[in-house]
């Protein structure tokens, strides 16, 4: 009888936790006993395969003679050894669970150490090196013995290692493998990195010291009371200095406290004493539950506003520091979110801190997503496969012990897109038997037996709608649960779409408790070639291209005209009015707080230009509380014009997330009806020299083509339906809707050709008569261009009317002409920033000014981008240019055609000429490269147009003017 041969990388493959390690524990940032942090200069060294070396190298006396060095935290393929990789839920190695490939990039980490002075002698405790993430198996070693092995890659493992330690000379050796039984529990939509990516510390753990504890503190909203009790494996005595107490560990106490939200964010400084340790606490006293059909935070039902958030870094990946921590809080707040889903892993434990601190709701989910599977129909899934289930309940603890006393976390998350089992029913039970206090969220469960609420992805507006009044059907227990979004709004590329529409339906149906869109930042990787690089450009076999690049940031942190829609959209106080009857109605959006932190104004404005201004007296509503407040009279020496009222609600006093002044939420509504453009035809037109003149413009008299309005030369005007998709037009591969971007191919939308019918000069016009059609077709447009002038202006009217069968919307309907020497773009109507039919809630209207340059957006994969909305008037390149009706702007250093053509920002070379585009109408964004599509009036139809444009010349300014 043959005996199978064990290798040393059997581990690797065994679909265990690890050995060696020690149970998880709460996780606290500091105390009073000595600790030493590992992080910094690594020896490192990479081989191709798993087994190709030795353990050699984890003996004392080894000599690493030609090791590189690496900083740990961080990801050694970031670092100049080997490549990432990224695929979405595809796995990059053939699917054999537990299985992986003998080509299996292997990184062993050499760290060389000295305790330092006054370490505490071995008879005074126990000694503890704890790594907080590793990806995704390790083996390690401390001073030539072995401590054991681990997998969960975004999870805490501790050893024990107090006999092993020495003064001076310590060699800790930890072997690092990419693959291993545990990747198959992390295809979670990201670069696989491999690496030590969180801290690595050293703790001396004194005798009689802290070892693990469970803050329980609940609130009862009927009697403004807290109960703080507190278990401990050690005893000790707890002391909340500003509430008085102080008590033995696991004993209860009531006391009147304020209670902690997201709005709200009250924390009580507080110690856990033992006889060998004191550890500081920060509690926040709040009781979560699911009642009457509603997820409740002290009593009230809460609205998520909220973020996916993977971690990220352009440059480090997943190795995080506190300071980009903090600036995600930070940017979060100030952008109205108050609540995030920690997709698709615990992340680094300062984070909740964070969250903690300066108040946002977290839905914290385990390191667990099984998505490859669902390519072979979810056939050999760990969690419906018993031989993994201590794996999956492993990293359940690891999280919910980790994590237990931050008030922050409301929900606990089985994982994302792992199907069902027997794995994850496992997990619920464990979750709800330790901690019956969170519910448990899980949106793949949809029959909702192991979840205590309803959670989808994607759904559409109209199911969300049907979801709200209760007319999903579906299981009895499911239908009576509070519903969450825990994924929509796809906001990759331009967009997303249609986020007022959904919070409008989350406000309208009391079900509907909010939602998180995908995703918090872009994860492209800082490239000094392409500027930020995805799937695919580093030779990737398999990839999924910049789907990676999904996020409300830019990878630099940069906020995207999507987050900007967001914050208005979810902006807590809702501020309406028509501007005719005196009175401006706000309304208290928030769930906890009443508006006493807030400071109103308003401002008086005349063609984008503010005439008058003061503050606004605005009661402290209750949430939920609407209240109409009377505006002052509009001074009565104000210019004429079209006039807006604009009421702000600001911080009144700094905050620790935001100074005084800042804007929460803001309103704007017409106090005057605007007088549209108009050009009496009187000025004949007059040909001589081959050409045509009309008022200011020149014409080129055989084809009618405009070349010039008075000393601005003009190129190639003529009629625009093309704008290079963006990632929502072109749909992702999965979408049942017809998708746009491929569709709009299809019928050659791109190269669409354009034919002189007439040209016809008469008494008082130049009409020009064409077709716009594409190749291989029989669609078309006919499209008349007639062109007059008062002598000093030039107004051209365009009709155009779709001949053929048309069965898909158009990308955009307008026109398109090149000028010369552009610099700077001054515009009265929707800025600053851009906005389309679905995304321009964030558009206020006034007089704006950018440089072309600054009118661009940086998707990192380039696409439509940069159109400010609503337009009355803009002038550039020696133009001045109204518009009948309003109108949609765009002015770009490049072609559409070259900006459809380009894969990345560095691809884009700037011309000599900028084209402008006057666009009618555009079609929606809609978030269909993940998501739904636009919404149907958001569908630019062919059907019979017309819409004019009014062009004159600019006075000479003297330079830099």
């Known amino acids: 009888m043959s005996v199978p041969l064990r290798t040393a990388v059997d581990y690797v493959e065994d679909v265990s936790p690890g050995s060696g390690t020690l149970p998880p524990r709460a996780w606290y940032a500091s105390s009073d006993a000595t600790s030493l942090s590992l992080n910094g200069d690594w020896l490192f060294r990479l081989s191709p395969a798993a087994g190709a070396e030795d353990d050699s190298f984890a003996r004392e006396g080894f000599d690493p003679d030609g090791w590189a060095r690496i900083a740990v935290p961080g990801h050694w393929v970031l670092q100049g050894h080997g490549s990432p990789v990224y695929t979405n839920h595809r796995y990059p190695f053939p699917v054999d669970p537990p299985r992986v490939p003998t080509e299996n990039p292997t990184g062993d980490h050499l760290r060389v150490f000295d305790l330092p002075p006054h370490w505490p002698d071995r008879s005074d405790g126990e000694a503890v090196l704890r790594f907080e993430g590793v990806e995704s198996c390790a083996r390690v070693w401390l001073n030539g013995t072995e401590l054991g092995t681990f997998k969960g890659s975004r999870l805490p493992h501790e050893f024990a290692v107090g006999r092993l330690l020495k003064t001076v000379g310590n060699v800790l050796a930890v072997r690092v493998h990419q693959w291993s039984a545990g ?187 099984t998505h490859g599977f669902t390519e072979a129909g979810w056939r050999d899934n760990p969690v419906d496969d018993d031989r993994w289930t201590p794996a999956l309940l492993d990293r359940a603890a690891r999280m919910v012990e980790r994590d237990k006393n931050h008030p922050s976390v409301v929900l606990w998350s089985l994982g994302n897109e792992a199907g069902t089992g027997r794995g994850l029913t496992a997990m619920a039970e464990w979750i709800h038997g330790r901690d019956p206090s969170r519910p448990v969220h899980y949106e793949g469960d949809p029959d909702c037996r192991d979840t205590d609420v309803y959670a989808r992805m994607y759904a559409g507006h109209a199911e969300v709608e049907r979801i709200g009044r209760g007319l999903d059907g579906g299981p009895r227990r499911r239908r009576r649960l509070p519903f969450l979004l825990c994924e929509y709004a796809h906001a990759m590329g331009n967009g997303p779409g249609g986020l007022a529409e959904y919070q409008r339906l989350f406000e309208s149906y009391e079900r509907l408790q909010g939602g998180f869109v995908w995703e918090w930042i872009d994860h492209g990787i800082a490239h000094p070639e392409l500027g930020y690089a995805y799937g695919g450009d580093f030779g990737e076999e398999l990839h999924d291209g910049n789907f990676v690049c999904d996020g409300l940031l830019f990878p630099d942190r940069r906020p995207s005209p999507g987050l900007v829609e967001y914050r208005k959209v979810i902006e807590p106080v809702g501020i309406t ?56 009279v509009p001074p009565h020496d104000a210019p004429a014009g079209e006039a807006h009222w604009l009421v ?92 746009c971007g491929p569709l709009w191919r299809g019928i050659g939308l791109h190269r669409m050709r354009h034919r002189l019918d007439a040209v016809e000069i008469g008494e008082d016009a130049l009409t020009v008569r064409t077709r716009v059609a594409p190749a291989g077709r029989e669609l078309g447009l006919s499209t008349v261009y007639r062109w007059t002038s008062d002598g000093d ?168 003017v």
């Open 793 to 960: 202006r030039l107004r051209l009217t365009v009709c155009v009317l779709p001949e053929g069968d048309w069965t898909v919307p158009l990308p955009r309907l307008g026109i398109r002409f090149g000028l010369h020497t552009v610099d700077r773009v001054r515009w009265f109507g929707g800025g600053p920033g851009e906005a389309y039919p679905d995304t321009r809630m964030a558009a206020a209207v006034g007089r704006w000014q950018s440089t072309v340059d600054g009118m661009q957006t940086p998707y990192v994969r380039p696409q439509e981008n940069g159109a400010r909305i609503d337009v009355r008037w803009a002038e550039l390149g020696g133009l001045r240019v109204e518009g009948d009706p309003l109108f949609l702007l765009t002015a770009r250093r490049w072609t559409t055609e070259q900006l459809d053509a380009a894969a990345h920002r560095t691809d884009l070379v700037p011309g000599d000429t900028v084209w402008v585009n006057l666009d009618h109408a555009h079609h929606g964004i809609g978030s269909q490269s993940c998501g739904p599509g636009p919404l149907p009036r958001h569908h630019l139809r062919p059907r019979p147009a017309e819409f004019s444009f009014v062009f004159s010349p600019l006075p000479s300014r003297s330079p830099g």
């Open 183 to 369: 990747s198959y529990l992390e295809d979670q939509d990201q670069w696989w990195l491999p690496g030590i990516f969180r801290d690595v510390t050293l703790s001396h753990r004194p005798v009689d010291g802290v070892r693990d504890f469970f803050v329980h503190a609940g609130y009862d909203h009927r009697t403004d009371t807290g109960t703080l009790r507190v278990d401990s494996a050690v005893p000790g005595r707890v002391t909340v200095p500003g509430l008085g107490i102080d008590v033995p560990t696991g004993e209860p106490v009531t006391v009147p406290v304020e209670p902690w939200s997201a709005e709200v964010p009250r924390l009580y400084e507080g110690v856990l004493a033992t006889g060998g340790e004191r550890v500081p606490l920060r509690i926040g006293f709040r009781t979560v539950e699911v009642s009457d059909g509603l997820l409740r935070v002290n009593g009230r039902p809460v609205l998520f506003k909220g973020v996916n958030r993977h971690e990220w870094h352009p440059e480090r990946g997943r190795a995080l520091d506190p300071a980009t921590m903090r600036e995600d809080v930070l940017l979060m707040k100030r952008h109205n979110v108050n609540a995030v889903r920690t997709s698709h892993y615990p992340p680094h434990p300062a984070f909740l801190d964070l969250c903690d601190e300066y108040g946002l709701w977290v839905i914290d989910e385990c390191d667990l997503e």
């Open 648 to 739: 702000r609600a600001a911080l009144a006093a700094d905050t620790a997330w935001a100074d005084g002044g800042h804007v929460v939420a803001w309103g704007q509504f017409p106090a005057s009806e605007r007088t549209a453009p108009h050009v009496t035809a009187t000025a004949r037109p007059r040909t001589g020299d081959g050409v045509l003149t009309l008022g200011p413009g020149t014409f080129d008299a055989r084809t009618g083509a405009l070349v010039a309005v008075g000393d601005a030369a003009v190129d190639g005007l003529r009629l625009d339906v093309w704008r290079a998709p963006t990632d929502n037009d072109e749909g992702a591969a999965w979408q049942s809707d017809p998708r």
């Open 577 to 632: 009015g028509d501007g005719t009857d005196g009175t401006v109605r706000v309304t208290n959006r928030y769930d906890v707080a009443d508006l006493s932190a807030l400071a109103f104004s308003w401002s008086y404005q005349v063609d984008g230009e503010t005439v008058a201004s003061g503050p606004l007296p605005v009661p402290p509503l209750a949430p939920g509380e609407s209240a109409d407040v009377t505006l002052p």
